[in-house]
């Protein structure tokens, strides 16, 4: 909190009211995301919900997709200093373990509506630049699974394919918990499960499926990562 403080201490009155504007911009195209969907989202609503010309959000963002990327790194940026302090706390066991990917979850769930808004506008063609949060981010997961390669406690994998695999099933489970309130007790044939232990066993999952034979022995006799 002291580091925000700060930060926001060194802007300019200028720069206070530019940075109050683009989160009012932000924290409107959420709420109409979250009424509308994607397809009732437009520069020109976000403008009359916080009572601004058109030509006006412009100065801020130049498209409804460069919103959507402003969106995507403040979600990436929490995702990153979360995942960082969770790695620095294993002293033990693969850098990718439970503690980290509860993390992502835990960052979608924090605000529901940026996370869904945050995947919504994606361009297919769209790269991911270096030095975004989004690509710092994607290179600390790889350096996870590469350091946990290393130190034999997964096995030898693409490491591309791996990334991409974790990446895809923490992404499913966090937006069918941001999606539905409920989940996952209101799915067919749950039974009594909490999301707490539906992270526990997805982690689990991943870990098993990375493991080598190293960590699914000691995962058998019961030890936790």
Not at 121 to 131: L, M, N, R
Request: charged share 30%; glycine share 6%; with cysteine.
């Amino acid at each position: 909190m002291d580091a925000d403080i700060a930060l926001e201490d060194d802007l300019t009155p200028a720069e206070r009211r530019r940075r109050k504007v683009r989160d009012a911009i932000i924290e409107a195209a959420e709420d109409i995301f979250s009424e509308d969907g994607e397809a009732g989202l437009s520069m020109r609503r976000i403008a009359e919900r916080i009572d601004y010309s058109p030509a006006a959000l412009y100065k801020y963002f130049d498209s409804k997709e460069a919103l959507f990327r402003e969106i995507r790194e403040q979600f990436f940026e929490r995702l990153l200093k979360r995942m960082q302090v969770a790695c620095a706390a294993i002293e033990q066991g693969p850098k990718l373990c439970t503690r980290c990917m509860r993390a992502y979850v835990e960052t979608g769930l924090e605000q529901p509506s940026h996370y869904k808004l945050a995947f919504a506008g994606i361009c297919p063609e769209e790269e991911v630049a270096e030095g975004t949060f989004a690509f710092a981010a994607a290179e600390h997961l790889h350096a996870m699974i590469a350091e946990s390669m290393a130190a034999g406690w997964f096995r030898q994998v693409d490491l591309a394919k791996a990334a991409n695999s974790v990446w895809s099933a923490s992404h499913g489970l966090t937006m069918l918990a941001v999606t539905l309130p409920e989940f996952p007790r209101e799915m067919p044939g749950r039974g009594d499960i909490s999301l707490d232990e539906m992270i526990d066993f997805h982690s689990e999952l991943v870990m098993r499926g990375l493991g080598s034979d190293k960590l699914i022995d000691r995962m058998n006799a019961g030890d936790r990562f």
